[in-house]
C-alpha cells in the first residue's frame, strides 16, 4: 500500500509562550494548510507525548480535541523520546488496516514551563528506575556509552565535538531552529562538563515546540511516500546490554524498515537522526549501517555527514542544535526530511535527494523506530 | 476479520507490593498461560498506563521488555482512564492492518506509592487545566453532573447509592476485587461528603494493579470474540457541553461499536461500565442507550441492573468495589467479560451471557472506547 505524505506543519523550536494545546494547534493547522484540507477530512489522529510531569497535563487527546472544536479519534502514545515515531507507526499501521485514509500525527512537549531541577527529574523517568537509583543520570548513562565507545573503537572527544558543531552549523539555516549560532570544537572542549566525557556543548536543550504530519493512503500532492518503518524495543537497563557502545534496537529497526522499503543503506540521501547527546549520533550512525561499528569516527573525520558529504546527517541541526521538545522530536525529524525531498531547505538542501531515513531513539536506546521516505 | 480473545490475565487489585513492571509482567503470564502460549508467538504489545507520575516510571515498554527478556514492538498508549480501551482498540487496529497475528493488551497502574494528595494533583493531569485552574477537582467536576442530572431527570442521591451497594455486593464474589465488604444505601447517604452529592461511597478507590488479554487473528480456544469497538474523543472542558448530564463521547462511541457488530443494545447480556463515580455509571447506562435519558433511575429502581437483573452491569464489582487503577481498568472489563461469556464466573455468573459491552471513559467523559464481544 502507497502512503504518501500529504502535509506537514512545524512551530518555532525553543521557549514558546504557548500552551501544550496550541503548540499542538499550531503544528496541525500547519499540517492541515499544507495539505490544503481540513480537519473534517481527518479520519484519526496519533498524539506524540513524553510526560504531563511538565505541565500536569495528561489526557492530551481532549486538549486537542478542544483546540480543534471536533470530537474524533485520538489517541496518545509515548515511548519516552522516541514517542513521535511511535505515533508515525501507528498512523502507518492504521492506514494499513484500510479503516482510515487519512491520519495526523502531532508531537509536541512543552518543556521550559518546570524548572531545570524539576525538568530533569521528569526526564529522568525514561530511563531504568534501577539505574537511577544508584546515581545514574541520562548524561551519565550517555557517558558511560560514549566512554566504552572510546575504549573500543578508539572515538574521543574530538569527534563528539565535531558532531556538536557540524549540527550547530546546520541549523544556522534553518529559521525553526532553537540555537541558530555556530560553535567551534574548542567551545564544545571547553564547556562545562556535565558528565565526562559528555560536556554542556555534547547535549541537546529543553525546548518548546510541535511538529505535526498528515499522512494518507494513495500519497498526495507533496510527492513523498513513507516506504519503510520499523520499530524495537528492548530493555531499559543498560546494564543488561552485550556491548554498552551500542543500541541493538537502532539496528532492528532499521533491518525492518530496510526490508520493508526494499533498499539498502547505500541508498539514503539524507538522514535525520536522534542526537539527543553526540555519542548518540556516532553510535546511531553504525547502528544505522552507514559504517561499520567503531568506524563512525572516520566519517566524522572525512566530513562526510556534513550536508556537501556524502552521508549528510541532520540537516536540521538535529537535536542539538534545533532544539528537542521530547515528544515533538520524532515528528520533527520527518518534517525535516519531507522538507528535504521536497527540495525546500534552501541553504541546508540536501542536493538530488531523493531518498531520506529518519531515527528516533527513546530513553538510553530501548525504544528504536527507523523510518524511510522515497520521493 | 474475526479477532479472537485468545487469553486474559489479571492481579488482585488493591494495594501491592509490586511494582508497575511486576504487576505488567504477572497479567502478562496470566494471559499467556490461559492462551496457553509463549511470548515468543506474540508479535505485537500495547501498554495502557494514565501516568508515570505515581512511580516516577515512563517509557514502559522498555520496562515490560526488560521483566518478559524479549525485544518486541511495545507501545504505550493512554488517554486518561480510557488508556485500556484505547489500547485494545490499537490492537485490532493493528490485527486489522494483517501485519501481526496476535497482539497482546496489558493495562497497569500503581497508585499507592504516592501520598493521596499527590495522587490527586497527578489524577487532576487528566481534566481541563482551565477548569481545575477554577478550583475544580475529579469528584466536583462529576458532582456538578449529578446536581445537572438531578435537575434535569429527578434522579437523587440515593439512586446513585444503589449504585455502590450493587456493585460492592457484586464483588463480593469477585476474589481479585479491591473490596469485599458490603455496603448499605444508608452507608453510602452517611458517608463523608466529598463534593455533594458526591460522597466518599460514590467514590472509586485508589489501586494498584494490571490486567492483559492477548487477542489473535482467527479467534482462539476461549470461543470468544471482539465483535465491534468505536472510539469517540471531544473536549476535555466539561462546560462546552450542551448537556452536563451527558457524555456525547460515549453514545458517539457505542454507536461505531453496535454498527461493526451489526447489533443492537438490546442484544447485549452483560456490561462492564466504567463507574469511577457512581453518577458515571447511571449517565453511561443513558449514554449507552438502555434505557432512554434520564431513564436510568428506574432500571436502578426496580433491580434491572443486578447480576440477576435483564440488563446486569458491573458484575465483577466495577471500579466503585474492583478498584481502579487506572491504565489497567479497560482492560480489567475486557477480562471480566471473557470470564463472563465463558461462564467462568461463579456466583457473579450472569446466566446465559452470549453478548457483552465494555464502556471505558476517560477524564470526565472526553474519552470513551466501547467494545463489544460475543462467543
Redesign the interface.
Known sequence: MEIGITGVGHTQFGKSEK?VGDLMLEATMGALSDANTKIGDVDAIYVAN????F?????L???L??KL?V??????????CAAGG?AL??AA??L????YKNVLVVGVEKMTGSAVDDAT?II??????QEMLHGATFPSLYALMARAHFAKYGSNEEHLAKIAVKNHKNALSNPLAQFRKEVTVEDVLNSKVVASPIKLLDCSPITDGAAAVLVSIGGGSSGVNLVGIG???????IY?RKNIASM??VS?AAEKAFKMAGINVGDVNVTELHDCFTIAELIEMEELGFCKAGEGKNLIDEGRTEIKGDTPINPSGGLKAKGHPIGATGVSQVVEIVRQLRGECGERQVKDAQVGLCCNV??SG??AVVSIFSR
Chains 1, 2 share one sequence.
Do not use: M, W, Y
Open positions: 500552551d513524553f510526560s504531563s510531569g505541565e500536569s497535563q495528561c489526557h487527546p481532549a486538549v480535541s478542544a472544536g470530537d474524533k479519534e485520538i489517541t496518545r502514545v509515548e515511548s519516552a511511535v507507526k501507528q499501521i492504521a494499513e488496516s484500510g479503516l527529574k529522568a523517568a525514561a530511563a531504568s528506575k520499530h524495537d524495543v528492548d530493555s531499559i537497563n543488561e541493538p534496537a532492528k527513546g530513553g530501548a525504544t
